[in-house]
């Protein structure tokens, strides 16, 4: 499709000059375009932009230190993620922002062995913050949110909701 841009930008300049500087400009915008900002980040640096998460069910969860049942809920999570990894991704969010050696400390003394992300899923996706903790977001393969949950999950509970 780019091809086919460029070739008609080309017909209808057939002098030189304007065929050599659109063919330069169209060149640079391909390059800036494709040096754009990720969307998202990890903890451990991977990033990415928010079509990466297309293709397979999204499972996001709000966590916090000072919240109990996010703690309990840990183990099931991880099971979920490791037992599902063909068809979910599972991305916790530390409610209260940390980041850095604070964030990787809490994750490493609270066991959160699934893939957490940097960036507010609600900045990102656009929904309000959690009314209360833990809370779990539900996206389809399509990028849509069809299910909210409030309080603690199972490993069950969140199969059940990608295996209709």
Known sequence: MVKLFIQQILIMFKNLYYKTKY??????????????E????????????????????????YWADWCP???????????????????????????DRLEGEELENQIIRFGVNVPSILSDPGVLFGWEAPPSLPATYIINPEGRLIHTLIGPQTQESLE?????
């Open 160 to 164: 059940v909701l990608i295996n209709p």
């Open 23 to 36: 063919f330069f400009l169209i060149n640079l915008i391909l390059i800036l375009s494709s040096c754009s």
């Open 38 to 61: 990720p969307d998202y980040r990890l903890v451990g640096g991977e990033s990415g932009k928010l079509n990466d998460f297309l293709g397979k069910w999204l499972v996001i969860n």
């Open 69 to 95: 049942p996010c703690i309990k809920e840990m183990p099931e999570l991880e099971s979920f993620y490791n037992d599902n990894k063909e068809q979910a991704l599972v991305l916790t969010y530390n409610f």
